[in-house]
């Protein structure tokens, strides 16, 4: 049984900084991509952040490039979405996801991901 169990979420004055972490459990032995993606209300789920964690390729979406950082510990088991100059438009709930996939490939759709977190809501204003 999957398990992903985001935190760090909040709100926040333009500008500012906030670091949300997801914790992966319960995955059978292989290579995983993690990511993150968003969503406001009345609007599609999107990409913003995605990493192969045995591989290392690393993926962002348009809007986040120069000011969102993704990363993931030792263990290859939490992800970190480090986000800095936040603007009002990064408001929305955030939510991980993860995926087995081979080392040298990177999803970005929401398609591709069998297991989401609850979400985290993160506030810009």
């Known amino acids: 049984h999957v398990q992903l169990v985001e935190s760090g979420g909040g709100s926040v004055q333009a500008g500012g900084s906030l670091r949300l972490s997801c914790v992966a459990s319960g995955f059978t032995a292989g290579n995983k991509c993690m990511g993150w993606f968003r969503q406001s209300p009345a609007k599609e789920r999107t990409g913003v952040a995605v990493l192969n964690t045995g591989g290392g390729a690393i993926w962002y979406g348009d809007s986040v490039k120069g000011r969102f950082t993704i990363s993931q510990d030792n263990s290859q088991n939490t992800v970190y979405l480090q986000m800095n100059s936040l603007k009002p438009e990064d408001t929305a709930t955030y939510y991980c996801?993860?995926?087995?996939?081979?080392?040298?490939?990177?999803?970005?759709?929401?398609?591709?991901?069998?297991?989401w977190g609850q979400g985290t809501q993160v506030t810009v204003s």
């Open positions: 996801a993860a995926t087995l996939c081979d080392s040298k490939y990177l999803p970005t759709r929401e398609a591709s991901f069998s297991d």
